[in-house]
């Protein structure tokens, strides 16, 4: 990921490699192909016309190997603007549905999470330093952490599918009303980079952008997450009754 001019590109850097290594290839054939033109002609003409040659057939490969990279930052930088927390209002709840983490959420005070999984209700609690699941008959949470993924809709096609909007947001069950919502979104590499990725067999997550504490774009862990959602939205409150 670099930055330049205030756009920021998602690429691993494996295109640069690419225009190295090929770079003596194209080269070489520059001069196979200027040879029978300009063997007779001074020095200076032959190198302009191998070197000039060289470098357009470099420059035609990295807009092969970047362009996707660029039109994929210059929406990013547009949808970027588009991140945040926003809080509509603060509730106060013994715990939510939406997570099976009470080790987690514990910790900030809440006293159990429930989750549904095909139908079938579980709540999750801490009894006596021991994490337990119980299964209950319905959800009984007034309100549910739920996550939305899916793509953006792109002008190019060469930014189709790389960027997705990572929505999460605390709805109030009984009325289905939004309490808070997160934005973030998730830029995957190019191309190139996605063939080395794949050739080489190497993980390489996709980027995330985001707003941090202060409301700035964050491309790294300062951006706000779940857990900032959730206790933004819902305060402890004591065992439910």
Known sequence: MITIFGTTYFTIGAGFVVLVLAAPFLFWFARWLWRPNVEDKPRRVRWLAVGGTTFGLLLLLAVGLFWDVYLIGQRAKELCRETGLVVYRRESTSGFAGSAAIEKWAKHGFQFVETDHSGTAYRYEIVDG??????????????????????????????????????????????????????????????GDTAIINTLGFVAPPHTCGRDQNGEISFSESALDIEDLVLAALRPAGPLG
């Open 130 to 191: 021991t994490t337990t699941r119980t299964r209950i008959d319905s959800l009984k949470s007034e309100y549910l952490l739920s996550l939305v993924d899916f793509p953006v809709e792109a002008p190019n096609r060469g930014v189709g599918g790389r960027i997705a909007r990572r929505g999460a947001a605390i709805t109030e069950r009984r009325t289905n009303e939004i309490v808070a919502e997160l934005v973030k979104f998730t830029i995957r590499y190019g191309w």
